[in-house]
């Protein structure tokens, strides 16, 4: 990967003054803006910023800063302390200034000294000299060259936007990209990747960033999804599933891949916010020497984005993975890392007394050993640029590293300038030197393969749509003349087989339509968009609100004035009622205060969108809360359509997350506390109301879900009983009508019925008369010859007259 033809520059700093006016002689330091200066030990002469941001220039007895424990000399040093050191003290570092490619970025963040630190005398050993360069403060000739480094005042919304924004623009446009944070313990590799609620770390902000570029991007549409894993004794943990447990890496054309991890599709900022606080929660967490919520795991955060044209435009998928890596090391490991590009046993020998070795910390810390001595060589064989076997596979975190080791990389590397920690800041800074020099080869991925959810997704669509299309027309022309006589035949036989036909398929429509309105619901896609998407279905259902929290939240709590255009505006007249402290369910979507929290930088991104854009999908949701607070104590009525029913679900697992993550906050803070109660109080006192708050949100939201789910069932029960009525009612009809035609049958048959009784006394009549003749026939037979009849002739008489009464009688029959 990574070329060795590549010429490397000599340091800059060979053979000149270093531009540093201070004197290694010092022995103790402040820092001035970026940069860490010496100072003296003298209490006198020593600064120390205040909570108030004022100075206590009495003593070395320090202020705390509102957030934390570290401390911050903001704005001065004692001016007589610094002296310029001389120029044949600068042996100068290899310096990589100029590169012939794209390599990894390195970005370096100080942090202040803390409590610790100050108490036990600790000196500054390491500062920001400018923006670009690290030196000691012992030996200024030691000196490092950055893509950039941040002093202790650099704020994560800076870092953010030098070490990732970029990385995440480019993922964005479908190139894979990794953000990276290494550093030693309590370097603060978690306060610039998570950060807290008053400075949000640099995922918050990049989860903020990629809604507000969707938005952004009109004509394209978006489907993300979340993975969270860690990397434990080397065993690979699922966060989002505790049930996915000891996963196995796979590799594919496309590269390597956790086999059976849980990908959650993400519909907003909080969405995102609330599975990463849910994923903390499974986390391994201990304490050690140094931070007492140590990190005992390597946790990989990935946000997989999709990305494709809208309709006639559609050209592929494109795919890319935004990484998180954090690599969290113990102060073992990191000697141990150490030892790798220096001196192994020495180090960790004298190095290991100072961690906890103890049990199960010493396993971890072992196994974190391994991955990081892996990584290390890793990143040596990188840089070295030959083209010699470069070990991925032999740790689980280079293995699942690799891949994205062909995208944007950032590493930030995070450090403290203490004294007592000099040595492995200057390890990390070796380190961060060596990565600085890996080649990377980044190009935009356009996915072809079935993997692709949003293809598939898409694919699964417009079949739908077919079939629905199909269906449509076979409801109307696909019934031929002879079928339409048949029904009507069937109809007019009191059968309706056909009409439950027509039912099924109105059925089956329905259900499709349900289908492709739940399946677009997760596409994201801008409120700007012209392009019309999926025609069938309602913009209003087809567009999830992109940033829509964001919207709810930065419009929310704040928003006092209802104007009159606010009013027409149900999502602006829902933050209105969010502001209304009477209302007893607050609709007040911040995750843990992140979206309150956000700096200026980020929410100048979605400030055209709350200046008046409103997402289609997000009046879906304002509907659903209308409905819901239509009138003040108005009770719900009637049930919801499912889209709203799903949303409301929605809310609630949300919701169910942001408690999680609120909760873990509040008990870090508790513990924090422990030492110094009042120092997180406010903080802790507005975590427990949000946490209560959200609670009192949950259990009223799931208490609508319950009563839209009955109103729905009897709702249900109603249409069904009115159908069953509009059945039995037609059939009544169609039976009134046969029953016509039966009694109109009848009549003739009665009229025949009496013909025939009136022909039949005729034939009576006639057989009497036939019988008489034949009695007088046969019981006189003299009489016959008498009458001059032959007795044959007799016979012949009796025998026809016999006959034909019995032809009567049958006929009168
Ligand atoms: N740039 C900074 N500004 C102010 N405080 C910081 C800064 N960086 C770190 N801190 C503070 O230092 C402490 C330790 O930081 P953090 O927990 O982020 O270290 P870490 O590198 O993640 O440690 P570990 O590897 O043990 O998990 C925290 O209290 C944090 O708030």
């Known amino acids: 990967m990574a070329s060795s033809s590549r010429a490397r520059s000599r340091s800059p700093f060979s053979h000149r003054k270093p531009p540093s006016p201070f004197s290694s002689t010092s022995s103790t330091s402040s820092f001035v803006r970026n940069k860490l200066i010496p100072r003296t030990c003298s209490s006198s002469a020593t600064s120390y910023l205040n909570s108030a941001g004022g100075y206590d220039s009495r003593s070395r007895t320090t202020s705390r800063s509102k957030s934390d424990s570290v401390y911050y000399d903001s704005r001065g040093y004692n001016a007589s302390t610094p002296v310029a050191h001389a120029p044949e003290e600068i042996i100068g570092e290899p310096l990589e200034t100029s590169r012939s490619g794209d390599s990894i970025s390195v970005t370096i963040r100080f942090r202040p000294l803390n409590e610790r630190e ?20 012992y030996n200024p000739a030691t000196a490092y060259a950055f893509d950039r480094v941040f002093g202790p005042h650099a704020t994560s919304q800076e870092v953010y936007e030098i070490a990732a924004r970029p990385v995440v623009q480019a993922a964005m446009e479908g190139v894979n990209g990794t953000v990276f944070a290494y550093g030693v313990t309590s370097s603060g590799k978690t306060h610039t990747m998570h950060g807290d609620q008053n400075a949000p770390g640099i ?32 065993v690979i943990n699922d966060l989002l599933d505790p049930t996915g447990q000891n996963l196995r890496v796979r590799e594919d054309a496309q590269g390597t891949y956790v086999e059976g991890i849980k990908e959650e599709v993400v519909l907003s900022p909080g969405h995102v916010l609330s599975f990463i606080a849910a994923g903390e929660e499974h986390r391994h967490v201990g304490s050690n020497n140094f931070n007492l919520f140590s990190s005992r795991s390597h946790t990989i955060f990935t946000l997989m984005i999709e990305s494709s044209a809208h309709g006639d435009e559609y050209d592929g998928v494109v795919f890319s993975q935004l990484e998180k890596y954090f690599s969290r090391i113990n102060g073992l490991t990191w000697y141990c890392l150490c030892s790798l590009i220096q001196n192994l046993i020495d180090l960790a020998g004298s190095e290991s007394s100072k961690t906890e070795t103890t049990g199960l910390r010493r396993k971890e ?37 690799q891949s994205s080791l062909s995208g944007h990389g950032h590493l930030i590397c995070t450090v403290t300038p203490a004294s007592s920690n000099m040595e492995e800041t200057h390890n990390t800074l070796k380190f961060a030197s060596r990565a600085k020099r890996v080649e990377i080869y980044a190009s935009r991925n356009k996915i072809i393969d079935e993997k692709s959810l949003i293809k598939k997704y898409q694919k699964e669509i417009s079949v739908l749509k077919e079939e629905l299309d199909h269906l449509r027309q076979g409801m109307l022309i696909g019934v031929n003349h002879e079928e339409l006589m048949t029904l009507r035949q069937k109809l007019e036989e009191g059968q309706v087989k056909m009409q439950s036909r027509l039912e099924e398929e109105e059925e089956a429509k329905a259900a499709l339509m349900n289908r492709i309105q739940r399946l677009t619901k997760l596409i994201l ?131 169910a997350g942001e408690i999680a993550f609120s909760s873990s906050t509040l008990k870090r803070l508790l513990d924090q506390s422990a030492n110094d109660p009042d120092s997180s109080k406010s903080q802790i006192q507005n975590l427990e109301r949000e946490i209560q708050e959200k609670r009192r949100q949950m259990r009223a939201l799931e208490q609508h879900i319950i009563e839209s789910g009955e109103a729905s069932i009897s709702n249900a029960s109603f249409v069904e009983m009115q159908q069953t009525v509009m059945k039995l009612m037609t059939q009544c009809n169609e039976k009134s009508f046969e029953l016509e035609i039966k009694s109109a049958d009848n009549r003739i048959l009665q009229e025949q019925l009496q013909n025939k009784c009136s022909e039949n006394e005729e034939l009576q009549a006639k057989v009497t008369l036939l019988e008489q003749q034949l009695a007088s026939l046969s019981g006189d037979k003299l009489s016959s010859s008498a009458h001059g009849i032959s007795e044959e002739h007799a016979d012949e008489l009796r025998k026809k007259i016999q006959s034909q009464v019995e032809g009567k009688r049958f006929d009168c029959h």
């Not at 979206?595 to 509907?623: C, F, H, M, R, V």
Request: glycine share 8%; no cysteine.
């Open 118 to 137: 100050f108490q036990r005398g600790d000196e500054i050993a390491w500062y920001a000299d400018g923006d670009k360069t690290v030196r000691n403060e």
């Open 203 to 234: 995922i918050p902000l990049a989860i903020k960033d990629v809604f507000s570029i969707i938005q952004d991007t009109p004509g394209r549409e978006f489907l993300l999804r979340v993975s969270y894993l860690e990397i434990y004794n080397e």
């Open 365 to 401: 810390g072992s196994y974190i050993n391994k991955s990081l001595l892996t990584l290390g060589t890793v990143i040596g064989k990188l840089s070295e640029g030959k083209a010699s076997h470069v070990p991925y596979r032999d740790s689980k975190l280079t293995r699942l590293l």
């Open 525 to 655: 896609v801008s409120s700007k968009n012209s392009i019309s998407g999926l025609s069938d279905v309602p913009s209003h259902q087809r567009i999830h609100s992109v940033g829509e929290d964001d919207k709810l939240d930065g419009q929310g709590a704040d928003t006092l004035v209802i104007d009159s255009e606010n009013q027409k505006d149900p999502l602006t007249s829902i933050a209105v009622l969010a502001s209304d402290p009477s209302y007893e369910l607050k609709h007040r979507r911040s995750s843990s205060g992140w979206n309150d929290e956000l700096s200026p930088t980020s929410s100048t991104a979605t400030e055209s969108t709350q200046a008046g854009e409103l997402i289609s999908g997000t009046k879906l949701l304002a509907d659903v809360w209308l409905h819901l607070y239509s009138g003040r104590g108005a009770s719900f009525q009637g049930g919801m359509t499912s889209d709203q029913m799903d949303l409301l679900a929605e809310q609630v697992k949300v919701l």
